[in-house]
């Protein structure tokens, strides 16, 4: 049986044509367990070419209970004239790549902000009651990263390490961890990041890029997943993982000697950035790993697998083959 399989219902969230502010791209969600349900914060971009954060929940995991019909974040900013896209994956302002975490009695969300001439890592956190009670009474942003540099795709632990706060804000050419007493982040406070596209020796990826979502405590250790182009395919995103030391999580302890997602079904590969899957959402619910990831730049997906199994399988250093069109989840 395969460890990671695609769930048969994908896409599970599509562009909506009714919703002028998702009519183009649903995409990218972050995730997080709260009671017992499953909340989605996707990546969505409409008429008009702004990025915006869509919400969804569902209580199995796969089948959406709710979608809210407006966006739950945005940037503030003053609408055009705008005359060329970012430097980002599209669109001509706002957010993207959600990465969501728990800390403290409230939700931490990463993010991507970015414009026609910037890219840089936003900040923002809202309490746990106000997310559960959808009042959408998010941090004013911060800017964490130094401006006239381009940085994406940070992630932040879900629990201190060593008593401080965790940001991880790269993977390649190695781990790079930032650590913080708070995220309150005075002026002129940054996380100083570098990124250099590397291959690894004996593996399968031509090029590191960055980490998918936030790290995931297990007996093993820290769970990440990450992107990275193949060597075989370098016209194709594919998903990676490793399990980093608990106690000094810039040690890499197992790391996937195969890709663990690849595209090969048809809505991840007909969309807007076609070959691509791209993951910044994981949750872990009743000992089963459910990843979430945008397919081609267009559509929300779900993999799934026993979580035991899958640490086994990386620990072991052993192929962790996917099954493309997979059973039911509920059916054991």
Known sequence: MALLEKYWGNPIISPEPSHLWESFQ??????????GKIHLLYRA???????????????????????LPTPVYERAFTMGPFTSFSPSGGGYYGCEDPRLVELEGRIYMTYNAFG???????????SVEDFLNKRWRWSNEKLITPPNEVH??????????????????????????AYFE??????????????????VAGGWEAEVKGCGPPPIKTEEGWLLFY??????????????????????PEK???RSKTPVLEPDQWYENSGYKPGVVYTCGAVVKDERLILYYGAADNYVCVAHAWLDEFLYALKERKEIHYQKENMDPHVT
């Not at 971009?45 to 979608?67: H, I, L, Q």
Request: hydrophobic fraction near 40%; include cysteine.
């Open 26 to 35: 649903t995409f990218n969600a972050g995730a997080i367990l709260l009671n």
């Open 45 to 67: 971009v409409g008429d008009d070419w702004v990025s915006r954060f869509g919400y969804a929940s569902s209580e199995d995991g796969f089948k959406m209970d709710e979608r």
């Open 116 to 126: 026609p001439q910037e890219l840089r890592v936003g900040l923002t956190s809202i």
């Open 152 to 177: 994406k795709n940070f992630a932040i632990f879900p629990e201190r390490i060593c008593g401080r706060i965790a940001i991880l804000h790269s993977i390649s050419p190695e781990i790079s961890i």
């Open 182 to 199: 708070d995220l309150e982040f005075a002026e002129g406070e940054w996380v100083r990041s570098h990124y250099h596209p590397t291959a």
């Open 227 to 248: 992107h990275a182009i193949d060597k075989g395919e370098p016209w194709k995103y594919k998903v990676g993982a490793m399990i980093l030391d608990l106690e000094n």
């Open 252 to 254: 890499v302890l197992y």
